[in-house]
């Protein structure tokens, strides 16, 4: 098996964001100076937007699914 791309990341993060929140308007990925790299999902109307940050563009990107993760198991949980 191939190792995953960023942009196999974001398609995940999307198909994950897509699948509980309902609307999602963006997922991607910027390098800030003073942070680094940072990722985002910009949900609908209804949900602020999730950002995570990482060393590399990989780590930000896994940083979001995992935070997305939490968010669904404590939303389901309630």
């Known amino acids: 098996m191939s190792e995953k791309t960023d942009s196999d990341r974001i398609k995940e993060v999307y198909k994950l964001c ?3 929140f309902g609307d999602v308007q963006f997922v991607g990925i910027k390098y800030h100076n003073k942070i680094g790299w940072m ?3 910009q949900l609908g109307e209804d949900f602020e937007n999730l950002t995570a940050d990482g060393k590399t563009s990989s780590d930000a990107l896994r940083n979001l699914r995992n935070r997305v993760k939490k968010i669904i198991k404590r939303y389901d949980r309630v």
Do not use: P, Q, R, T
């Open 18 to 20: 897509k699948g509980h």
């Open 39 to 41: 990722a985002k999902a």
